[in-house]
T-cell receptor, first 114, second 112 residues
């Protein structure tokens, strides 16, 4: 069983919809991440939260809006997406301290934008 | 700039045989960790093995072992007694600070 839980597992949305992806971990980790992954490609970093503050935004379009309500939860709000945004969205967490950070991944949300 | 290179996009191995996946990286940092992650068709990224750069001893985890050559910036993964469940994408990665850098992946197929 994964220690990082993502919901939903699958999501189909139209370009005018608003939806949210959710991620939860209870390992006491203080860093949480959103990655986007296309088929047969490595994960691409989108956002990093460290101690509930956004520390890295990899120039992600504003139609993706992250939120970290507390140290255990991470959301990704989606609005006005494009078909090319269809991908696997992975959440991960790690201990915040540098060099100790093994990434623990969730099972991902498979997003399809129609 | 930090880069990770996996030069073998696809590999195959007979069940019960041994296979080695290669990975090279480039960094000017001295303190970092190296990882191999496995991603089966079920899509979860699973940690296979981890190596601290300051340790000379190669990490081993059951059938998985690494050959870490720090001077050559090489970090290969050896899988012994390959099993059908080893079929997956394998990503090499390293972390320095709180940033992870992934290679492009090697798709491994274990043939019955």
């Amino acid at each position: 069983d994964t220690e990082v839980t993502q919901t939903p597992k699958h999501l189909v949305m139209g370009m005018t919809n608003k939806k949210s992806l959710k991620c939860e971990q209870h390992m006491g980790h203080r860093a949480m991440y959103w990655y986007k992954q296309k088929a047969k490609k490595p994960p691409e970093l989108m956002f990093v939260y460290s101690y509930e503050k956004l520390s890295i935004n990899e120039s992600v379009p504003s139609r993706f809006s992250p939120e970290c309500p507390n140290s255990s939860l991470l959301n990704l709000h989606l609005h006005a997406l494009q078909p090319e945004d269809s991908a696997l969205y992975l959440c991960a967490s790690s201990q915040e301290r540098a060099g100790v950070g093994t990434l623990h991944f969730g099972n991902g949300t498979r997003l399809t934008v129609t | 700039a930090q880069t990770v290179t996996q030069s073998q996009p696809e590999m195959s191995v007979q069940e019960a045989e041994t296979v080695t996946l290669s990975c090279t990286y480039d960094t000017s940092e001295n303190n970092y960790y190296l990882f191999w992650y496995k991603q089966p068709p079920s899509r979860q990224m699973i940690l296979v093995i981890r190596q601290e750069a300051y340790k000379q001893q190669n990490a081993t985890e059951n059938r998985f072992s690494v050959n870490f050559q720090k001077a050559a910036k090489s970090f290969s993964l050896k899988i012994s007694d390959s099993q059908l469940g080893d079929t997956a994408m394998y990503f090499c990665a390293f972390v320095t600070g709180n940033q992870f850098y992934f290679g492009t992946g090697t798709s491994l197929t274990v043939i019955p």
